[in-house]
């Protein structure tokens, strides 16, 4: 079984940065996709942002468009979330997830999560 794990998470100041990692293990697997999902208090989960893993295609949430940047390494089967001006309309709980077959990638039809990393931006 996939197993997925972010870390990166933090506490962080108005207009700074962090970058998030999901590292999947488990064994080999075909992915579709992978995707940046958060989710904050008393809110739906949301999409924030996603690439097609054969293509690297990849797609935003307008509210992330030009400041956050999904990428992954091959390599080390990790997918990351740079994250730059944060406000604290960001504060939430990350998600990432993987998809095996396809979806639409902007939605949470996912197949596998991981646990979560918390992300807190003050003001």
């Known amino acids: 079984q996939v197993q997925l794990v972010e870390s990166g998470g933090g506490l962080v100041q108005a207009g700074g940065s962090l970058r998030l990692s999901c590292a999947a293990s488990g064994g080999t697997f075909s992915r579709y996709a992978m995707g940046w999902f958060r989710q904050a208090p008393g809110k739906e989960r949301e999409f924030v942002a996603g690439l097609t893993w054969s293509s690297g295609i990849t797609y935003y949430a307008d509210s992330v468009k030009g400041r956050f940047t999904i990428s992954r390494d091959n390599g080390k089967n990790t997918v990351y979330l740079q994250m730059n001006s944060l406000s604290p309309e960001d504060t939430a709980v990350y998600y990432c997830?993987?998809?095996?077959?396809?979806?639409?990638?902007?939605?949470?039809?996912?197949?596998?999560w991981g646990q979560g990393t918390q992300v807190t931006v003050s003001s």
């Open positions: 997830a993987v998809a095996y077959h396809i979806v639409v990638v902007t939605t949470t039809s996912y197949d596998d």
